[in-house]
């Protein structure tokens, strides 16, 4: 299971320096619940640096702080974590001490959106989503009832991804959650290495559908499906 941090945790952490972006990272997790898990991964600093390059254009002066020490890091490995709210995106640095060396918070880029009716079209015409043939049934049965439902599209790195939702959704199995195609969706998913994907899901309030595209949405890559939610709110893309 991939490392992780609590939200609790992570606050006290950046409490305790004036590292840059730490301020802002404080007041986001303080408006946040304390036992919630952030997943940890690992990647070359030049590696993360082009990434966060190519999805955002910096907004605020703690994503270019971050994106500098990113740059003097050059190809060393470094352990960082991301975490969404509705608003907004933080990424934090941590060092083999647990102390947060920068961060930076910002809003969450507007996504683009996709109707029910299209995701279900891509899961129908993908090979790459066929081997998760259960899950994809499934997501079918849901989509097809509300066709006309408009579902937000995300831009996140594959393998953070994958890393992030093997962690949460195995936990999430441990509260007696079903899921169905975990293995296959996290798997397709790190294959794709550091390269971006698009990521949707619709929420029926007891199911939750999870599809990872293509960046262009030209096809599906990997579809999960969630249900049994009433074991865990928490359990939601």
Avoid: N
Avoid at 11 to 27: F, H, K, M, S
Avoid at 155 to 160: D, F, K, L, S, V
């Amino acid at each position: 299971m991939s490392e992780t941090i609590s939200v609790g945790e992570l606050r006290q952490r950046a409490a305790g320096t004036t590292a840059p972006g730490t301020e802002a990272l404080v007041g986001l997790l303080g408006r946040s619940p304390r036992d919630e898990r952030i997943g940890l991964d690992r990647a070359p600093a030049a590696v993360l640096a082009r990434r966060l390059r190519s999805s955002r254009a910096p907004s605020s002066g703690s994503l270019t702080a971050l994106l500098a020490v990113l740059d003097d890091l050059g190809d060393d490995d470094v352990r960082f974590g991301r975490y969404d709210t509705e608003t907004e995106v933080a990424i934090m640095l941590i060092d083999a001490g647990g102390a947060v060396t920068a961060a930076s918070v910002e809003p969450v880029v507007e996504p683009d959106h996709v109707s029910a009716a299209e995701l279900a079209g891509l899961l129908r015409r993908s090979d790459d989503a066929a081997a998760a043939s259960s899950a994809v049934a499934r997501a079918l049965a849901v989509l097809d009832e509300r066709p006309d439902e408009s579902l937000r599209v995300g831009r996140q790195g594959a393998i953070a991804t994958s890393r992030t939702f093997r962690t949460k959704y195995s936990i999430a199995r441990e509260k007696d959650v079903t899921v169905v195609g975990l293995e296959d969706f996290v798997d397709r998913l790190a294959e794709r290495g550091e390269t971006e994907i698009a990521l949707c899901s619709a929420d029926t309030g007891s199911a939750v559908v999870v599809a990872a595209l293509r960046p262009d949405r030209s096809a599906a890559i990997a579809v999960l499906f969630v249900t049994d939610l009433r074991h865990d709110g928490d359990a939601r893309a």
